[in-house]
């Protein structure tokens, strides 16, 4: 090779270089660096966010409804699309402009699908195959409880396999996450999911009247308070006792607090939606028997794991993620467990646990680079208001009929 010929070379790499600095979208970052936009609006969140694909979050913005359901005193479907209709255009163009990018250099747009609820989902949907056709980018459908399983990811080194617990206001499952789109269910609600009821406890206690909690979430307003109860003056049953399987059911301790505060009410002579002196007794054992539910069927879970061969016998991990991860008093219920079973556990930090456009987007990124799930812009999409994680195992794990072994869920606050 003539030295004519290597200086000619080292030119155009350094002219390519230049063109790709001056063109990068978003402060210096290459065009090589893919970027995908992840679209949310599952519940009553609109959110957005623009990822590269080391899972940098270069911009995201998101509208809460929280204040207006707390008004209402739970989420009306109705209300949740008007207000995702209102504001996902600003939502998702204030994620494009704080991280500098222009939908020309996007690489895909990612949106969750399904599940949720079907009004609000339809409003993201709508929106996104609007702005793919626009932009002609391709389009990634996202399952919702599959971008909370992979948010981890994304935060730190996480290899597969990994056994997940994924619990909110509208889900709860256990589930062995294999591989981005592969995930064997072991357990999941057969009713209401724990947030829910926590919320519907809440509500039925009328604490937003409570000077404390007036602001906050119906399951944030029991762990507060609850941190100043006694657990032990309301001893109510854990769910499912005598049933050996991994699946959750919480309609029944619902059932066993409301009857308990109708009983409180009628001792102190006050009418529903005065609030009880034995407030904060009421918030301790329900959270408690929340987190021992959760506990004792995630321990099953993990010694059907172990039996089956189903999770790696070096460094074993249990993923919690969704809204009702960041309850710090679930958390340590789940770390007895693990502790005693000899799995790391991990939570996202709680602003990665509540819906957000960044895991939809983290999603979609993790797609992309497998090239998984990936639909050019023109495919019509439907969504799915209820849709199942992976392959279901719950016969199975049912069949098995492990047995736990006693464990004391003595949790300081």
């Given at each position: 090779m003539t030295m004519f010929s290597t200086q000619v070379k080292v030119l155009h790499r350094l002219l390519q270089f230049r063109h790709t600095f001056w063109c990068a979208p978003s402060f210096g970052k290459a065009l090589s660096s893919r970027l995908v936009l992840g679209i949310e609006t599952s519940c009553d969140d609109t959110g957005a966010a623009v990822l590269d694909e080391t899972g940098e979050i270069l911009g995201e913005s998101l509208h809460s409804q929280k204040d207006v359901h707390l008004r209402t005193g739970g989420i009306i479907p109705t209300v949740a699309q008007q207000l995702h209709r209102e504001n996902i255009e600003r939502v998702v163009q204030e994620a494009l402009d704080r991280s500098n990018v222009d939908p020309s250099h996007?690489?895909?747009?990612?949106?969750?699908?399904?599940?949720?609820?079907?009004?609000?989902?339809?409003?993201?949907?709508?929106?996104?195959?609007?702005?793919?056709?626009?932009?002609?980018?391709?389009?990634?459908?996202?399952?919702?409880?599959?971008?909370?399983?992979?948010?981890?990811?994304?935060?730190?080194?996480?290899?597969?396999?990994?056994?997940?617990?994924?619990?909110?206001?509208?889900?709860?499952?256990?589930?062995?996450?294999?591989?981005?789109?592969?995930?064997?269910?072991?357990?999941?609600?057969?009713?209401?999911?724990?947030?829910?009821?926590?919320?519907?406890?809440?509500?039925?206690?009328?604490?937003?009247?409570?000077?404390?909690?007036?602001?906050?979430?119906?399951?944030?307003?029991?762990?507060?308070?609850?941190?100043?109860?006694?657990?032990?003056?309301?001893?109510?049953?854990?769910?499912?006792?005598?049933?050996?399987?991994?699946?959750?059911?919480f309609s029944g301790l619902r059932n066993q607090v409301t009857m308990t505060i109708m009983k409180q009410e009628a001792e102190e002579g006050v009418e529903q939606g005065t609030l009880l002196s034995c407030v904060d007794d009421i918030a301790a054992a329900t959270q408690h028997t929340v987190a021992s539910h959760l506990a004792k069927r995630t321990h099953r879970a993990i010694l059907f794991c172990k039996a089956n061969g189903l999770l790696p016998s070096n460094s074993p991990t249990l993923v919690v993620s969704g809204g009702v991860a960041s309850n710090q008093y679930i958390r340590k219920a789940l770390a007895i467990i693990t502790e005693l079973t000899g799995l790391r556990l991990l939570c996202p930090p709680a602003k990665f646990c509540t819906d957000n456009g960044v895991m939809i987007a983290w999603n979609g990124v993790e797609r992309l680079r497998e090239g998984k799930g990936i639909l050019p812009p023109n495919v019509d999409v439907h969504y799915e208001p209820k849709a199942p994680l992976g392959v279901d195992m719950t016969a199975q794990v049912r069949a098995a009929a492990i047995r736990l072994p006693s464990v004391r869920m003595k949790i300081l606050n």
């Amino acid at each position: 090779m003539t030295m004519f010929s290597t200086q000619v070379k080292v030119l155009h790499r350094l002219l390519q270089f230049r063109h790709t600095f001056w063109c990068a979208p978003s402060f210096g970052k290459a065009l090589s660096s893919r970027l995908v936009l992840g679209i949310e609006t599952s519940c009553d969140d609109t959110g957005a966010a623009v990822l590269d694909e080391t899972g940098e979050i270069l911009g995201e913005s998101l509208h809460s409804q929280k204040d207006v359901h707390l008004r209402t005193g739970g989420i009306i479907p109705t209300v949740a699309q008007q207000l995702h209709r209102e504001n996902i255009e600003r939502v998702v163009q204030e994620a494009l402009d704080r991280s500098n990018v222009d939908p020309s250099h996007l690489s895909a747009v990612a949106t969750t699908v399904k599940p949720g609820l079907a009004l609000s989902l339809g409003i993201g949907l709508e929106f996104s195959q609007r702005f793919v056709r626009q932009h002609n980018k391709p389009f990634i459908p996202i399952h919702h409880m599959e971008a909370h399983a992979l948010t981890v990811r994304m935060l730190q080194p996480v290899a597969f396999p990994f056994l997940v617990l994924l619990v909110s206001g509208g889900h709860s499952l256990l589930s062995v996450a294999r591989g981005v789109d592969d995930f064997l269910l072991l357990g999941h609600s057969l009713d209401e999911a724990p947030g829910d009821t926590l919320d519907k406890v809440a509500r039925r206690l009328s604490l937003i009247k409570h000077p404390l909690c007036a602001t906050l979430s119906g399951g944030q307003a029991i762990e507060l308070l609850a941190k100043e109860g006694d657990r032990t003056r309301f001893p109510f049953r854990t769910p499912m006792g005598q049933t050996q399987d991994c699946c959750f059911s919480f309609s029944g301790l619902r059932n066993q607090v409301t009857m308990t505060i109708m009983k409180q009410e009628a001792e102190e002579g006050v009418e529903q939606g005065t609030l009880l002196s034995c407030v904060d007794d009421i918030a301790a054992a329900t959270q408690h028997t929340v987190a021992s539910h959760l506990a004792k069927r995630t321990h099953r879970a993990i010694l059907f794991c172990k039996a089956n061969g189903l999770l790696p016998s070096n460094s074993p991990t249990l993923v919690v993620s969704g809204g009702v991860a960041s309850n710090q008093y679930i958390r340590k219920a789940l770390a007895i467990i693990t502790e005693l079973t000899g799995l790391r556990l991990l939570c996202p930090p709680a602003k990665f646990c509540t819906d957000n456009g960044v895991m939809i987007a983290w999603n979609g990124v993790e797609r992309l680079r497998e090239g998984k799930g990936i639909l050019p812009p023109n495919v019509d999409v439907h969504y799915e208001p209820k849709a199942p994680l992976g392959v279901d195992m719950t016969a199975q794990v049912r069949a098995a009929a492990i047995r736990l072994p006693s464990v004391r869920m003595k949790i300081l606050n």
